[in-house]
T-cell receptor, first 114, second 111 residues
Framework: SAVISQKPSRDICQRGTSLTIQCQVD?????MFWYRQQPGQSLTLIAT?????????ESGFVIDKFPISRPNLTFSTLTVSNMSPEDSSIYLC???????????FGQGTRLTVV | GESVGLHLPTLSVQEGDNSIINCAYS??????FIWYKQESGKGPQFIID?????DKRQGQRVTVLLNKTVKHLSLQIAATQPGDSAVYFC??????????FGGGTRLMVKP
């Protein structure tokens, strides 16, 4: 399995501010994925983070709102910018190990915007 | 804090009974399907997967059935235990290892 550490595990933030979530993996991976899980709902893919190139965003998500960094093969950050209460969700990073069909998830960051 | 599965459909079963959780998927071109278990405060955890060229796969106490004709996936849990209480999601793997998740079902096991 892959060990994925996310920081912070939870936070309460004021509207209009930004929060950066970190994801650290215990081995090198090509692609890292960021998901959002709104309260009581399923997971929705935000973007795919590739090392050395810009992240690829899914429909409904834009770089200005969710900038992503991927400085190396074991680390990525997701920033939730200019937050509003509608951004209150669990944010999760995920990876596939090379040659593995199983996706591993971090424990998630529970964000509450007040 | 709010539970992950607060607003999801709920399946309530007696401890020791078998559970069947169903899922409909959307993309007939998906090449494999996965079931995840998510406990409160944790990320999804892999349970079992199945490739599109199969219709059944068994694991330890779990069986996944795939019906491509109606685009339906089910997870059967034998002898359900209190530790099985969680939210269960199906996911389909599209090109590039991107997962599309289904709506999820909350399983509650009564002792």
């Amino acid at each position: 399995s892959a060990v994925i550490s996310q920081k912070p595990s939870r936070d309460i933030c004021q509207r209009g501010t930004s929060l950066t979530i970190q994801c650290q993996v215990d081995s090198q991976v090509t692609m890292m994925f960021w998901y959002r899980q709104q309260p009581g709902q399923s997971l929705t893919l935000i973007a795919t983070a590739n090392q050395g190139s810009e992240a690829t965003y899914e429909s409904g998500f834009v770089i200005d709102k969710f900038p992503i960094s991927r400085p190396n093969l074991t680390f990525s950050t997701l920033t939730v910018s200019n937050m509003s209460p509608e951004d209150s969700s669990i944010y999760l990073c995920s990876v596939f190990r090379t040659g593995n069909t199983e996706a591993f998830f971090g424990q998630g960051t529970r964000l509450t915007v007040v | 804090g709010e539970s992950v599965g607060l607003h999801l459909p709920t399946l309530s079963v007696q401890e020791g009974d078998n559970s069947i959780i169903n899922c409909a998927y959307s993309n007939s071109a998906s090449d494999y399907f996965i079931w995840y278990k998510q406990e409160s405060g944790k990320g999804p955890q892999f349970i079992i997967d199945i490739r599109s060229n199969m219709d059944k796969r068994q694991g330890q106490r779990v069986t996944v059935l795939l019906n491509k004709t109606v685009k339906h996936l089910s997870l059967q849990i034998a002898a359900t235990q209190p530790g099985d209480s969680a939210v269960y999601f199906c996911a389909e793997n599209n090109a590039g290892n991107m997962l599309t998740f289904g709506g999820g079902t909350r399983l509650m096991v009564k002792p």
